[in-house]
């Protein structure tokens, strides 16, 4: 502490004469020095940047015409997931039946129950997962699920224009008005 | 009797201590600090479990906004590179750009977010009156006619031999097409590798990524 010893050495007192000098205090009173302080601090917390965005890194494969460079996949390896809107998920194992009985919808959330599943169930050398995003999708939903296969540790995934018939299908499912109308007349 | 004097003690409390600390975070938050810079698209990312710092030099960004509008801009050191794609395009394009227009977009934090019709305009534009602005975004959706697919093919000629990292920021409500148009330009241009900016969020516990050692996560 910056105070120095005031006190006196044995308390002799000076004769009675002699006035004492008036002691004066060293400290100062640091208080509203600590306010600015912490005020300050408050102030830069809150402007601060703390955690810098992340890049995540995406290949792209290259699109080819030819059949013998493109990959061949067995149908039973793969799960297929549609992003649709609403943050819904529609999967499908394999090749979707006519009927679209192997047609389900799960959310982001139970996904990866869905992946974990498969992933388990499968030749971790086939396993391939094929994302399809739909219109109604938004970029936060593809990120997500590219997330979601560094989180599961998937080897092997491909993000894949639509089919019509899968858009269609996902209308149906969601109950858009117009599109369930000729699909029940059918 | 030695002891009749009751020793008063001040209510005060030492605030020397007190005051050491609060300086020191104050200082610490002081150098540690970085300024956001002021951007006038404002766009809300995704998060990710990535750790790799996205980089800031060498960069073509592609910014997706809630509307799915695209706009271009590239990293303020690289001014050469900037003329070169500006270059390109205009004569691409056929378009007539003054001396003035190109230095304009080699301007530091211009981004572009219209079509080549319009070009011209946003580069006679000065410099201050570019917030009130409204652009269009650059088309992407329409096969036919993806105007990135220009821009990235600049962008990748003026980059030749160089390091470029393409970066694409999108805003979580923007919906796919406009994606699906970016990465359709990426690929007509053999630019198959780019990254997406994220916000760092923690692995799920459990998961299949959380099991394994982290040195081993291959990005």
Redesign the interface.
């Known amino acids: 502490?910056?105070e120095m010893d005031t006190s006196g050495g044995g308390g002799h007192k000076k004769g009675p004469g002699v006035k004492k000098a008036k002691k004066l205090s060293t400290?100062v009173?640091?208080?509203p020095?600590?306010d600015l302080?912490?005020l300050?601090?408050t102030f830069?917390?809150f402007?601060?940047?703390?955690?810098?965005?992340?890049?995540?890194?995406?290949?792209?494969?290259?699109?080819t015409e030819k059949p013998e460079e493109q990959n061949k996949i067995k149908e039973s390896a793969v799960l297929t997931l549609l992003?649709g809107g609403n943050n819904v998920v529609y999967y499908y194992e394999g090749t979707l039946l006519p009927d679209a009985s192997n047609f389900k919808t799960t959310t982001f959330k139970e996904v990866?129950e869905v992946i974990?599943n498969k992933k388990k169930s499968t030749d971790p050398k086939d396993f391939m997962v094929v994302i399809k995003?739909?219109?109604?999708?938004?970029?936060?939903?593809?990120?997500?699920m590219?997330?979601e296969m560094?989180?599961?540790?998937i080897k092997r995934y491909a993000?894949v224009?639509i089919a019509e018939v899968e858009g269609m299908l996902i209308d149906r499912t969601a109950g858009v008005p117009a599109a369930a109308a000729p699909a029940t007349t059918k | 009797m030695p002891k009749h004097k009751v020793s008063r003690k001040g209510t005060s409390v030492d605030m020397t201590a007190m005051c050491d600390v609060a300086f020191l975070l104050l200082s610490f938050f002081i150098l540690t600090t970085k300024f956001k810079p002021s951007e006038v698209l404002t766009v809300v990312t995704p998060n990710s479990v990535s750790t790799k710092v996205a980089p800031e030099n060498d960069v073509a960004l592609i910014t997706i906004d809630k509307d799915g509008k695209v706009y271009l801009s590239i990293s303020d050191k690289n001014v050469s590179e900037k003329r070169e794609i500006i270059d390109i395009v205009a004569t691409s394009k056929n378009l007539t750009l003054s001396p003035a227009q190109k230095s304009a977009f080699a301007r530091a934090g211009y981004y572009v977010g219209v079509p080549f019709s319009k070009l011209p305009a946003l580069l006679g534009t000065p410099a201050e009156s570019i917030k009130n602005i409204k652009m269009e975004g650059i088309p992407v959706t329409d096969t036919l006619n993806n105007e990135l697919q220009i821009w990235m093919g600049a962008v990748k000629s003026a980059f030749e031999g160089k390091k470029l990292e393409i970066l694409v920021k999108g805003d979580n409500a923007s919906k796919y097409p406009s994606f699906q148009g970016v990465i359709n330009a990426f690929k007509k241009n053999d630019l198959m590798k780019f990254q997406m900016i994220t916000n760092p969020e923690a692995v799920p516990m459990g998961s299949e990524l959380s099991k394994r050692p982290r040195t081993a996560t291959p990005q």
């Open positions: 502490m910056a400290r009173d640091l208080t020095m600590v302080g912490f300050l601090i830069f917390i402007t601060t940047t703390m955690s810098q965005p992340t890049g995540m890194r995406l290949f792209l494969p290259k699109d992003l990866r974990i995003p739909y219109k109604e999708s938004t970029y936060q939903n593809v990120v997500d590219l997330d560094t989180i599961d540790d993000m224009d």
